[in-house]
Every structure is written in C-alpha cells, then in structure tokens.
C-alpha cells in the first residue's frame, strides 16, 4: 500500500484542530469562571451599604447597628467566605501561563471590602455583643513564606467546622493595600503567617488546637 | 516551574496525539488492505523449515508439536533445538515426534540462547523459507498458506503475523492481552503499509532463507533478537510484510514479577538494538522507518520524562498537603467531605488529560473492533488498560536504569 506525504499533513491538521479545539474550549471555561467571580463579587455592591449602616450607628447609636447586622450583614459572612475560596480556586485553574490580571484586580476589591465589612463586624460585635469570632489571616506568596499556606489550611479547616461561629478574613500582604497595611502596623506585624484572635495577634504559624483554643476564650 | 511543565506537557501530547491521530489515518485509509489475503498461487509449495529453539519447556512443548503435527502444509520440516535443557524436555520432545519424519531434534547440551539455537537450526534447514516460532506457542493449521504467499514479492525478507494471548487468566494477562491486539498485531499490520515494521516477533515469523544468509542470521549477543534482525532486513533495504489473518497464540509470564522480567529484556534489548543501528535514525536512505523509529522513541523518552515530572509534582503537592495536616491532627476526613464538584474548577490542562484518557479508549476499542474481539468478554482488560499506562513508564525507566548501569542483559 502506498502512502501519500499528504497523509502526514492531514494527521498534523487533525491534531492542530484538536489542540485549538482543547484551547478554545479551556478559554469558554475561562470566561465562564470569570462571570462567575463577576456574579459572584456583586456582593461587593451590597458591602457599600456597610459605610451607610456604620454612619447610621455612629448618628443612632448602638441599637441600630445591631438591628443592621442582624437584619442583614450577618448573612454576607459566609458568602464573602466562599467567594474568597472560589476566587483564589479559579485564579489557580486559569493560571497556566502567565498571572491574569483580572484575578488580581477582584482580589485587590476583595480584599478592601474585607477591611469594610471587617471593621464593622468588630463594631457590631462590641456594641451588640456578639458572640462571633473574628479572625484576620495576613499572609505572602507561597514562595516568600511557605507556611502561610499551612496556616491557610488550618484556617480552612476551621471555618468548615464551625461555620457561622467564626469570621475569617483573609489578607495578602502583596497586594500592597493601604487599608491592610494599616491594620497590619495597628497590630505590629512583622513576621507571616499573622492571624489575629479577637483582636489579639498571633505571628508564626499557629495550629488547629491553637486557633480553637483562642476561639474558645 | 509550572510554567515550563505546561509548555511541555502541551508539546509532548501534541506528539502523542499526532502519532495516534498518523495511526488512525492509516488504519481508515488501509482499511481493506487491513484483511488482505495474498492468494496462495505456487504450483508445489515451496519447502519450510520451522525452528523452535527450547529451554527447559518440559511439560508444555507437546502442545507445541501437537499443534505443528496438524499445520496444513505438506512441504515442511520442524527443527526443535533443545538450547542446554536441564529438565525433561528432550525426552518429551523424542517421545512426541517419534515416527513422524517431519520432525527433527536437535539436542545441544550446551546454551546458546535463543538467537544461537536459531543460527544452529537454520544451518541445518533445507526450507526456502524459515519460520522460526517459541516452543510456547500454538500456530493455526493454515498459517503456511497465508504467509508464505508474500514471499511472492522478492523484496519481502520476512512475514509477521497476529500475536494473540493464549488463555489469560490473571489481571494483568487480561491487560496485556489486549496489548498484543493492538500493539502486535494491529499496529504492526499499520507499520508494514510503510515499511515501518521494527520487529519479527518471536513467537512466529517467517523468514527468506536467502536474506537470512545474506545479513548473517540472528545476532547471538542480541536479547531481542526479532526486533534487532528486523532492523537488520530493514537495513539492507528489504521489505517486512505482515499477515494480520494469520495468528499465533503465545502464553504470558504468569505473574507480575516475571512479566516485569520480560519486558525490562524487551525494552533495554530495544534500546540496544536503536543503538548498533543509531546510523538509521533520520536516515533517509533507509526510508521512512528511520523516521518513524526515531519517532516512535523520541515519544517514550518525552513521555517518560513528562511521567517522571508529573509524578514529582503530583507528589511534592501530596507531600505538601500532609504537611498541612499535621496542623489540624490529620483531620483527612473534614478534608475529603469539603471536596467538591465545580467543572468550573478544571484547568485546560486537566481537559487535555482527560481527553487524552477518553482518547486511548477510544483508540483501544476501535482497535478490538477491527480486530474482531469480543469487547463484552474483554471488560476486565479494558477497565484496567488505564494501568497500561503506568506499566510502561515504569518497565521503561528500568530499562534505561538497566542499560545506562552497564548490568548485562539476560536472555532469561
């Protein structure tokens, strides 16, 4: 039988096809997992009413913040949890070549609305007594600091378990955030993995039992 | 890091996938000459000589003569040379050919190994044409007036057939019996439409007595002596021709270790045989098969390198989520019940994975189609194929570790 050279040609357009068919099909789930972060970050919208209940507390008093929190922003906890989850799982399965800048950009956003809703989650926890957690997490890249990964999975670990019990917040000091960067002079950190308890921090990386202990004070 | 594994990992699937896209081009466009049947058109049958070179086949080579006693083809000879055998074999041999003048024994105390018994045999033979076959293995009665038809085209030096397993039992027999479908028959029979065919396989091939003397027989210090002798033939720029109706059942090792023993033989005697011939590679005075060889290794050496990679990462990540554990007293199970589903979450990486497991399959199943296996008795095989997989980079990676170590090879 004999062999046309064209043979070798159609084989290597059949492969080509297939493998700009696997790209094209790798860029649909790309954009779909973008619209999702995008969906997902209109919460974001909602978090600015935070600054309006913040005012409306400081004019009104504490009775108001309670009745803001309750009625809504206790809900938004665990949203903002799994869309900080979701954000950081989507930025890896798109990350193959080179760093996306749209992950960055919503992480960046993220990361500022965390400070707001933060801020007034420690408020309303003082003023209506709360017996929520909050937990502020500051960590680098892997690269500079290995174990902050560690201390994210015990964190993780954490949330799983006990849900609405506690806030956590995640905070990455690369993105050079102003707002971060104060909180993070306000408690004096200078070593990561930093998670701070209540207010109290905790640099080094620190264990389940450890967390759970302070959780429990 | 991660970036230069992807670049990779895309470049080495792009390869793989050409090679099996090449494959089954050939097999659509071949698709009648898949079945050929050369007609049998000789006015007497030309003389065979059949050698089947034995050691220590005490118990099993009275199958063998029992299935050469019904070989339809009157003009033949069977030369079984004992290789030095400690056991019974020899009088199992003298007890099953006695009065059957076809049959002569060649009882050598001393061993050769195989490429040896075969030389020996040849000299001996009186056939136009040699078949040289495993004394554990069983050919079809017709097989004769299948093969020897090609020799009809003087440029063919040598025939190979279909080598099917006989009776697999055990898992791993029922995998790599599907192997030998695809592997040593199917795609060999794609090989030979251009000359590509890089071996004879030893459990039964048919040779030009003339082209044996011509290159000088099997090579004695070769432990793949099929494959180094079809390079050879390819060499002096003959043709290897392949009858995909003709068939051998050959048995497999019994259990995983001797399998493992088997192959490590197979593979570091193909990287041997592709070094005494590295002046072939992207030759093309020797054609097409150059290419194809240096094709065909390039693949496995990328792709084990592309295993060994993805096996460290796989690992450093797994290593690293034990770690992880040890801050949460190695909670696994909280761990494993957060796992969720999201397509969202698969990387292309992962989607090219993915469609390169769907893609074997798909490629098996054609395969056992055309080769006419019942898929529904195959189910074992085919489910555990995926383990194909593995067992290459493995059995490769001891091959190179064997060879590179300088250790000399075993025939046994």
Redesign the interface.
């Known amino acids: 039988?004999e062999?046309k050279k064209s043979?070798?040609l159609?084989?290597?357009l059949?492969?080509a096809f297939?493998?700009i068919t696997?790209?094209f099909?790798?860029n649909i789930?790309n954009s779909?997992?973008k619209t999702?972060v995008e969906d997902k970050m209109t919460i974001i919208s909602d978090l600015n009413d935070v600054q309006t209940y913040s005012l409306l507390s400081s004019v009104y008093g504490e009775k108001l913040a309670c009745l803001a929190f309750n009625s809504k922003l206790a809900a938004w906890d665990q949203t903002l949890w799994k869309l900080g989850v979701k954000l950081e799982?989507?930025r890896?399965?798109?990350e193959?070549?080179?760093k996306d800048p749209f992950y960055l950009q919503q992480k960046t956003t993220f990361n500022e609305n965390e400070v707001l809703y933060m801020a007034f989650l420690t408020k309303a926890k003082k003023e209506c007594n709360l017996s929520q957690t909050v937990i502020s997490f500051y960590y680098k890249k892997a690269e500079v600091c290995p174990k902050c990964?560690?201390?994210s999975?015990?964190l993780?670990?954490i949330k799983?378990?006990l849900g609405d019990g506690v806030s956590i917040f995640s905070y990455d000091d690369d993105l050079n955030i102003t707002s971060i960067s104060l909180l993070q002079k306000y408690y004096d950190i200078k070593e990561y993995p930093c998670v701070v308890i209540n207010e109290k921090p905790f640099c080094g990386?620190r264990?389940?039992?450890f967390i759970e202990s302070r959780i429990n004070i | 890091m991660n970036v230069v594994y992807n670049i990779f990992l895309y470049f080495v699937w792009f390869l793989a996938t050409y090679y099996v896209v090449m494959m089954l081009l050939l097999i659509f466009i071949g698709r009648k000459a898949l079945r050929e049947k050369v007609k049998f058109d000789f006015k007497k049958e030309p003389f065979v000589s059949v050698i089947i070179p034995a050691y220590n086949e005490e118990g099993k080579i009275r199958h063998t003569i029992n299935s050469l006693k019904k070989v339809k083809y009157d003009n033949i000879e069977f030369i079984i040379v004992s290789d030095g055998s400690k056991d019974g074999t020899g009088r199992e041999v003298r007890e099953n050919i006695k009065g059957n003048p076809k049959f002569i024994f060649i009882d050598r105390k001393e061993n050769k190994g195989k490429a040896g018994s075969l030389n020996d045999g040849i000299a001996k033979a009186r056939g136009e044409f040699i078949a040289t076959m495993d004394a554990d293995s069983v050919i079809e009665p017709g097989i004769f007036y299948k093969t020897v038809p090609y020799f009809k085209d003087p440029k063919v030096a040598a025939v190979a057939v279909s080598v099917l397993v006989k009776n697999p039992h055990s898992f791993f027999n029922k995998v790599f019996e599907l192997e030998y479908v695809i592997g040593l028959s199917l795609m060999l029979k794609v090989f030979s439409f251009f000359n590509g065919v890089f071996v004879t396989p030893g459990p039964f091939s048919i040779y030009r007595k003339s082209v044996l003397r011509e290159i000088g027989g099997f090579d004695p210090n070769s432990v793949t002596e099929d494959m180094e002798i079809a390079y050879r033939i390819q060499k002096h720029h003959y043709k290897i021709a392949m009858c995909m109706e003709a068939k051998v059942h050959t048995i497999l090792p019994p259990t995983f270790k001797k399998i493992t023993i088997q192959r490590r033989r197979w593979y570091s005697g193909a990287i041997l045989t592709l070094v005494k011939h590295k002046d072939m590679l992207l030759n093309k005075k020797h054609g097409i098969f150059g290419f194809v060889v240096f094709f065909n290794y390039l693949l496995i050496i990328l792709g084990l390198i592309l295993f060994i990679s993805s096996l460290y990462l796989g690992a450093s990540n797994a290593v690293k989520d034990v770690l992880h554990l040890r801050y949460s007293s190695f909670d696994l199970i909280s761990r494993i019940k957060s796992i969720e589903i999201d397509f969202l979450l698969l990387s292309r990486a992962t989607v090219l994975g993915i469609l390169s497991l769907l893609f074997t399959f798909f490629v098996l199943l054609t395969g056992l189609v055309i080769m006419r296996t019942d898929i529904t008795k195959k189910k074992i095989g085919i489910v555990g194929y995926i383990v194909m997989f593995f067992l290459y980079q493995y059995f490769w990676f001891i091959s190179i570790i064997k060879v590179i170590g300088g250790k000399k090879i075993k025939w046994r």
């Open positions: 039988m062999i043979v070798f159609i084989a290597f059949i492969t297939l493998l696997i790209l099909l790798g789930l779909q997992r999702a799982q989507y890896v399965a798109t193959e070549f080179a990964d560690d201390q999975f015990v993780s670990d799983r378990e990386i264990d389940k039992s």
